[in-house]
């Protein structure tokens, strides 16, 4: 658990620079029949890093913790279409 | 029964219940696995004791939310009348 | 015992009356990654399972009741009112000639719900990473449906259940970790 700990602090660091989205570039065959799609991605959540989630995190009001779907911005991720063409 | 349109108020009410309702869920989940966070209890308690409040005041306005004897019924017996949640 | 309570979780909304969407949607209402797998599947699992994570699994498991009663009310509202040839444009002619426009538990292929979808094997650990694993494939599966919806209240709803599966991973993250370190749980903090 000690271990744990340490890992946890350093995780809540990542939390803030990792983005919860990442991508490869799949191999593009010669003969693929559809457009291909050069950049795939993934959703990495916050859930991977957290770690236990330490006591006194800070939280949304509760209006906005309905909105969003969780009471802790430290677990909030929200997702949109990555392929959507604006 | 059928065309009869729920006022403004209806919404609004419940949506403050479900406000408080969904902080005490999280809340809930989170002491589930933190037992021993006691300003997490103190706020748990807290919004449980607001979340009363505002049931009742629902529930003199629009009937019963619950059954089984943890809502008072008016004559006739209130459960039966709708709206059901996924009706509104 | 289960006590009901005449509301959602959430104030559901859909933008208009869109039976294809409900076709997607019901792989969340009877589909092996939706909300119905995963209430029976911690309501099981509870009953064999230390002490100290029963609570837990009780609170999600009922959650996901509330998450059942948010997608019934999607589909019923995507679907209300709409004509025997609305259903079958949107595909859902074979579903009609079963069900007419009732909601039944099968997947978005049609797939009837199988109790083989959900295990409890009595092992806490196997258990707790299947719970784990059963919340980011729904959470895929909602990403999968908010990529081809749109309707932008449906999707608030949508992100919102979406939101909750992250949360309820991040609570079956620290059940796993109560269970492996169950005697010297103090030092955590």
Known sequence: MENFMINNTMNNANVMQQSTRKSYEPFVGRYDPCKPITVKYYETPPQLYLGFQPPGLEQFPPPEALKRGTLWPALYAPYSNPYETP | MANKTLPDDYYQLLEEIQILDFTLVELNLYLDTHPDDLEAIKQFNTYTRKAKELRQQFEERFGPLMHFGHSYSTHPWAWNEPPWPWQV | MWIYEKKLQYPVRVSTCNPMLARFLIEQYGGADGELSAALRYLNQRYSIPDKVIGLL?????????????????????????????????????????????????????????????????????????????????????????NMSDDPFLNEGLSFLREREIVHSQRFREAVELIKDANSQKKIF
Do not use: C
């Open chain 3, 58 to 146: 009780t609170d999600i498991g009922t959650e996901e009741f509330a998450h059942l009663e948010m997608i019934a009310t999607m589909v019923y509202k995507l679907t209300k009112d709409a004509t025997p040839e609305q259903m079958k444009e949107a595909g859902l002619g074979d579903h009609y000639a079963n069900h007419d426009n009732a909601l039944f538990y099968h997947d978005a292929a049609g797939n009837p719900w199988t109790a083989s979808y959900i295990q409890a094997k009595g092992d806490p650990i196997a258990d707790l990473y299947e719970d784990i694993a059963a919340e980011e494939k729904a959470r895929a599966t909602y990403q999968w449906i908010i």
